[in-house]
């Protein structure tokens, strides 16, 4: 009987190709009835190798794998399987004495009855793999990707295996060649085809493992998306407004664009400021003939992440000018922008505005901040408020807050404003000593895009939202979450801070920010002893227990989601202005839920003065980018980042990491990587479900958003 | 001389006062102020040769202006924009300068947060009275920001 089986497995053996070396059957002088076979074994590997083995056996409780010499024979993945089922043995790392391990199953039920197998071990194989060409992250669902592989040192040109896992649902790889070896180097060539539906966690992780030593591998992750836009998902007459710092100073820009849905600009106005040149200008359509004679190249495009480049060409003064953006929508009616052309570095928003604008649509309670610079002194200047619209002309009574580089004042504010044209324009004028004039640009009946543009006092550039039922706030209706982020200049230069909190709707709250001020960066730091007061007005105040820091904060419309106005889902929240000497910031209060960070976003993020990498800089870059974010807290995606002077570095890989803060749920470390040798130690914190906000916190300061992408 | 021992003198005081700040970790308690203040009452002057402008990435972030004194090197924050714009701060190596600011400390190190830099023949003004860094100074030109195209070849 036991001739018979030892007969037959060699002959199996023997038919599969293998070497047979060490094979014997089972049942060792044991209990007859039990048999105990191992299917097969390389005659040698190499150290750290692995391979699959298994057990025939007619005893059902199966077979225990162990293998000498002891402690140095390498290891079993299960110690004990099933007949016929699947383990995986592993090398050890180093040779063992002789050579040789003998691998053994031994029946669970009769521990005489065994089979063994010897394999020899080798020293490392010296193999090398590498990725010659990395796919693409995020790819497409069925998108596919021709990769390559380096194999350096495998003198048997044995090739590469591929694999990927979630197993199944990982995609699959065709068109393997390997390539002609040259100095003991070959290359593997293949396709990677993505799978038809996003795998769970979004990631697909491709394997390379050398097909002479299993030892040797290469893996990478790619997340894997649903396509979710095409130059259509963007149609419709769009406001935009963008702002930061250039060689000129401070920049403003606000607009009207419209879009046709197949990549056409088809008409629009705008009105930017600086310290040195206020103007208005209409945008070129595409195609249509500039005053060189010349076909605008007027347009946008937007991949399937809903990433693109939108370039506005206009007449002025006897010249053609240009400016671009990078643009990555959020929805079809919001877009964040950023400034990637050669001359700066200005970020901002795109928003699909309402039709059939009037007057009448400006009306209501308004909460507003718009930032900027002081133009004869060269120095921060932000205004801040509340005014009530009338719908036809005037504005009034509101409050005016103003610092001026730490001179602060607050005043009565009326101000009177023309209707608004076909493209939502109009002008605001306050009723001030010194003139104060903006044009506004109607998003809709509560969000206003501004520019400062009297081109004597200040250039500032922001927003206005509507209050809705926070028009009147006390104290008690301030409980609960809160996110803040502000950015601006201190003593130090640029700086920023994010941090959340809880209001006890007394008047006190607490809770954790992160903060860098021009360099010297300060994690998780305790928030306590603050305090904030509203007495039945939106303008309230908050500040820190020493008064080193104070600010006003102008609460908005709680159907209003601030970072993205047209998102039905709202938020509410505040607008925020800085009211101590010391520093110059504005930013945004958000009301905190907490929930599932998964999906795709879109990132709007600004670097501002400061050094990086020995790479010296003194103004903005500008970011935006389509990004997919696991549950695991990695994202990928693609953006452009621009130096000021450098131009555009279009469709950059990105990527991050985000780990929850087990003593502050909401708040997130991790890393952001514009370019592959920056992994920007970043911290987030969580507004919503669908946004977060981001600090990087080493020498250089930045700051920014990631907004969930709801495209159709 | 004289603002060599007062450099001295604001350091020995200030010294201990951050150093027991830098071990607060609470933002906003009494004993740390969360907004560091410039205090024009506190300005000091140094005079000195320019060894050198320096960016770098310690803190604080933007240009530092190194001027070597009699007594030693002292770091002369001038920040991120006055390199840049149409009044750039422009000095030689070597070239005798005064500056005016106030001393504090930051990540360890003493940094003079400088107002005005001043040669014999020009003041190059870094910082408002309140310490705030001004902005790049635009060209007194009417000149735009925007980039000049011609698509029929000559790019401006």
Known sequence: MKTQTLFLLLAFAAAAGLSGCGISSGGQGGNAAINVAIASTPAAMYVNDHFTISATTNDTAGVTWTCAPARSCGAFAASQTMNAAANTYTAPALVPSGNLVTLTATSVTDSTSSASAQVTINAASGIQVAWNTFPSSPLMVTGTESLEVQVQGDSTNAGITFECTPVGVCGSFSQVTVGPPQNS?????????????????????????????????????????????????????????????????????????????????????????????????????????????????????????????????????????????????????????????????????????SANFSAAQFAGNYSFVSAGENIAHSVPMNFGGIFTADGASSIGPGTLDINAAGTYRTGPLTATFTPPDSYGRGTLTFASATPVSFAYYIVGPEVIRLVEIDATTAVTAGSAYGQGSNASVNNAQIAGNYVFVMHGYSVNGANGMAGQFVADGSGDFAGVLDSDDAGTATLAAPLTGATYSFTGSARGSVATQDGSFTANVYMTDPNINLLDPSNPKGGGGGLMLETDANAFDNGLLAVQTKGKISGNYAMGWRYRPGTVNGFSNNFDVAVTAALAIGPGGTFSGEGEWDVVLSGLAPDQPMNGTLTADANNPGRYTGTFSPSPDADLPTTYYQMNDSQLVMLETDPAVADGFLVRQNLP | MRAIVRVCAVLAISAPMFASAAQQTGIGATSKPFRRTYNASQEITVTGNVRGISVHGKAPAGAHLLITTSHGLIDAHVGSFALRGSQPLSLQTGEQVSVVGVMTWIDGSPILLARTVSTGTKTFVIRNERGALLFPRASSARQLRFKAVNRGGEQQ
């Open chain 1, 185 to 353: 180097i070959y290359a593997v060539d293949m396709v990677y085809t993505a799978p038809a539906n996003v795998p769970p966690g979004m990631v697909a992780t491709l394997v390379a493992t050398s097909t002479a030593d299993n030892a040797r591998s290469v893996s990478t992750p790619v997340t894997i998306v649903n396509s979710i836009s095409t130059v259509s998902t963007l149609s419709g007459t769009f406001a935009f407004m963008n702002r930061g710092i250039d060689a000129s100073g401070y920049n403003g820009i606000a607009g009207s664009v419209i879009l046709d849905g197949q990549g056409n600009v088809t008409g629009g106005e705008f009105d930017s400021a600086d310290p040195s040149a206020v103007i208005s200008a209409s945008i070129l359509p595409t195609g249509s003939v500039d005053i060189n004679g010349n076909a605008s190249v007027s347009g946008y495009t937007l991949d399937q992440f809903g990433h693109g480049i939108l370039t506005l060409e206009f007449n002025y003064n006897g010249s053609v000018y240009e400016m671009i953006y990078s643009l990555t929508a959020t929805s079809s009616s919001h877009a964040m922008l950023s400034e990637v052309d050669e001359m700066g570095d200005l970020t901002g928003t795109l928003d699909l505005q």
